[in-house]
């Protein structure tokens, strides 16, 4: 149980989407093509979404009411450039008004490049593993950058590549769907790191260009759990080092350091450097590995802790698990010494039971790593509203407002207006 508690006033506090997972409408993307095929949820459709598209102005105000000052969301490539080389300048202008709204509002926006989702036509050159890969993808952030860099000072080019990477090659459950594709899993890591150093470099060489220089912040989002073995079973361990270095390590030393670590590569492509202005945790979980006798599983399968009382579980089984965020910010900064922003951290609880005081717990962490000197600057909400769940459908509820999927209406949930106070006031006092 956390005590009271007071974030810093120069700490910004906001909530985060991602534009397949609530616009709906587009049909372009790699995502309402893997609906079609029966891929998400029960029959559902990214088509759907949260209706944000058309309801972005409100939606803007609401973020607003609920007092955010910084928010993370994405933009689709698919909807920018529908066909290869064609750039769609009423996205451009839909996207620019978005930013503007928020501007205005006085919320920060932070803008992904890359959040699990690419066009079809990307998707059907052969996606990340497609030769052209990384050049498609540098076209879409240098005419991005070109069009919204006036507005968009910070970018976040691309979102847990380690899930993403995982999530299409190995378990199957995104585009194209393949399984235990360990060597395809390697290659597309290794695309997305050199995306990201050279998009980093970009980004700052056309902001400087056009006046703003000192004034850009690149980083990415990564994915971080805790990983720990379940037993002192020699199996146990290895296999939690093995899938800890092929998760989070070669992503950590590749987007932040530009290195590439064996198996992915040798040495820097793009020079030695730090290519992160700041780096973007995602944390939710904990994972505890099972010693395995399959060199298939890397010798250990992850679980959720048995003795962990459904108390400490969201609706998707997940342990609630605040003290590991310690555990990942402590990985980032006693290494690397740079600013970190949360930049994802939230719970399916579709009842909003567990919600606030899972919000208080891991602002708590953050005030006592603040205490301990680390550098976090950001806690961004996953998510502001409801959402597609990816392959899980709309059925997860990770929203601050939950969306009513019959007529679209946006409800505030309880646990969102104590946040708003947090936000407003950056104090947590439990007698409240
Ligand atoms: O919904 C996702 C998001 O797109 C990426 N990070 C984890 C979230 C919850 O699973």
């Known amino acids: 149980m956390s005590k009271d508690f007071e974030l810093p006033k120069d700490f910004l506090l906001g909530s985060a989407t991602a534009a397949t997972q609530i616009e709906g409408g587009d049909i372009h993307n790699n995502w309402y093509h893997w609906s079609l095929a029966g891929k998400v949820g029960n029959g559902e459709s990214s088509f759907t979404g949260a209706d944000h598209y058309a309801r972005y102005v409100a939606d803007v105000k609401l973020l607003s009411k609920l007092n955010q000052e910084c928010y993370r969301m994405s933009i689709e490539w698919s909807r920018i450039e529908p066909s290869e080389g064609e750039w769609s ?25 890359h959040h699990f989702s690419c066009p079809e036509w990307f998707q059907k050159k052969g996606g990340w593993l497609g030769k052209d890969a990384v050049k498609e993808f540098l076209s879409f952030v240098e005419f991005s950058v070109k069009q919204f860099g006036d507005l968009v000072s910070e970018w976040c080019t691309i979102n847990e590549p380690n899930v993403f990477a995982n999530d299409s090659y190995v378990d199957g459950k995104y585009p ?6 360990i ?9 997305l790191i050199l995306s990201h150093l050279k998009s980093y470099k970009l980004i700052h060489k056309i902001r400087t260009e056009s006046g703003f220089a000192g004034q850009t912040k690149v980083g990415f989002a990564h994915h971080l759990a805790v990983f720990a073995p379940l037993t002192s079973h020699p199996l146990a361990r290895l296999g939690c080092f093995l899938s800890d270095f092929l998760f989070h390590e070669i992503q950590t030393k590749g987007f932040i350091e530009g290195k590439l670590s064996f198996p992915i590569g040798f040495g820097y492509p793009e020079g030695k450097g730090i290519f992160c202005d700041f780096i973007g945790i995602n944390y939710y979980s904990r994972h505890l590995f099972k010693a395995s006798y399959n060199p298939g599983n890397l010798f250990a399968v992850p679980m ?33 010494k740079l600013p970190i922003y949360v930049t994802e951290n939230g719970i399916p609880d579709e009842k909003d039971e567990k919600r606030e005081q899972f919000i208080i717990d891991h602002l708590a962490t953050i005030c006592r790593l603040l205490d301990e000197g680390v550098s976090v600057e950001r806690y961004y909400y996953w998510s502001f509203l409801d959402n597609l769940e990816w392959n899980d459908g709309y059925g997860p509820r990770f ?33 409240l």
């Open 89 to 113: 300048m009423e996205a451009v202008a839909h996207y620019r008004d978005e930013f503007r709204l928020l501007l205005e509002a006085g919320i920060k926006p932070l803008v992904t490049l």
């Open 176 to 181: 194209p769907g393949s399984h235990g594709d």
């Open 183 to 191: 060597p395809a899993y390697l290659k597309v890591t290794r695309r």
């Open 304 to 336: 959720v802790d048995p003795n962990c009382p459904d108390s400490h579980k969201n609706d998707l089984g997940w342990e609630i698990y605040p003290e590991g965020l310690s555990i990942v910010c402590h990985r980032i900064w006693d290494q690397y």
């Open 399 to 431: 929203g601050l407002v939950e969306v009513d999927y019959s007529n679209m209406d946006r409800r505030v949930r309880k646990s969102a207006l104590r946040y708003a106070e947090i936000c407003k006031t950056k104090r947590v006092s439990l007698s």
